[in-house]
């Protein structure tokens, strides 16, 4: 797996900003003292995982991405019929992730042709599980459920 200096963000599909940009998620406090994990950390933690969330508010919705150690990834999202007018019909895409030298968990998605997405994320150990956030300091996290498949 390569690191990356940086993603910027670009053009976002809306339904993937509220499953993963944390504006709609279940969002849990940082313990005190806790930072980051470090590069080899993450990479050691997402390398062929599957991280879940669900989007608060809804008991239906929930997103999944499922990250390879070859550095690709896949991402489902499932619409619930309590909070969108699409519901039931689920968006599958693909793309890249990454790791920078900083710990930042970076992924770039692709709907048929087009990105949709690119967005990072810090990732914390809150002693019962993991949590992310947009910054290195940040004081709330979205609730990432992490497994090994």
């Known amino acids: ?18 499953a993963l940009a944390g504006c709609a998620s279940s969002s849990i406090s940082v313990p005190a003292g806790t930072s980051p994990l470090s590069h ?26 499922t990250t390879s150690e070859d550095g690709t990834v896949e991402y489902f999202y499932h619409p619930g019929k309590s909070r969108f ?3 039931g019909t689920v968006v599958h895409e693909r793309g890249t992730w990454t790791v920078e030298p900083n ?14 997405s690119t967005w ?24 990432w459920d992490i497994s090994k498949d």
């Open 120 to 143: 990072c994320r810090f990732i914390f150990h809150t002693g019962t599980g993991y949590g992310a956030g947009s910054k290195s300091d940040a004081t709330s996290l979205e609730k």
């Open 40 to 65: 080899d950390e993450v990479v050691a933690l997402l390398s062929d995982a599957t991280i879940r969330r669900h989007v608060s508010d809804t008991a239906d919705t929930t997103g999944t991405l």
């Open 103 to 116: 710990g930042r968990f970076c992924v770039s998605l692709t709907r048929h042709t087009a990105t949709t």
């Open 1 to 18: 797996m390569k690191n990356v200096s940086s993603h910027v963000a670009g053009g976002f599909f809306m339904t993937m900003l509220a």
């Open 85 to 87: 007018a699409h519901a």
